[in-house]
């Protein structure tokens, strides 16, 4: 059984950082693409950035130039930093493997509990 777990939200004031961690657990092979996703209350969940295992990533719009996705494979954990958070960053935010290869095969569309980021004008 695998497991994603996300710890490093929190409540910051606008313009603060905060890191975002998440971990995979669980006897895994490798794994594919990881992402972040947010979701605020009455909208739908939506990518915030992701990260291929080879390191290329891509951000949504409202957040290039302000957060920073970044992994480590030896530890099955991917990252996010968030600078210059803004209001309407509030949301909880949820980690994502696309495929895990463990010792039973692959496991596909993982998810995290997650984590909520609150960000104060």
């Known amino acids: 059984q695998v497991q994603l777990v996300e710890s490093g939200g929190g409540l910051v004031q606008a313009g603060g950082s905060l890191r975002l961690s998440c971990t995979a657990s669980?006897?895994?092979?490798?794994?594919?693409?990881m992402g972040w996703y947010r979701q605020a209350p009455g909208t739908e969940r939506e990518l915030v950035a992701d990260?291929?295992?080879?390191?290329?990533?891509q951000y949504a719009d409202s957040v290039k130039g302000r957060f920073t996705i970044s992994r480590d494979n030896a530890k099955n954990t991917v990252y996010l930093q968030m600078n210059s958070l803004k209001p309407e960053d509030t949301a909880v935010y949820f980690c994502n493997a696309d495929r895990i290869t463990t010792n039973r095969g692959p496991i596909y569309g993982s998810w995290g509990q997650g984590t909520q980021v609150t960000v104060s004008s």
């Open positions: 669980g006897r895994i092979f490798t794994i594919g693409a």
């Open positions: 990260i291929t295992s080879g390191g290329s990533a």
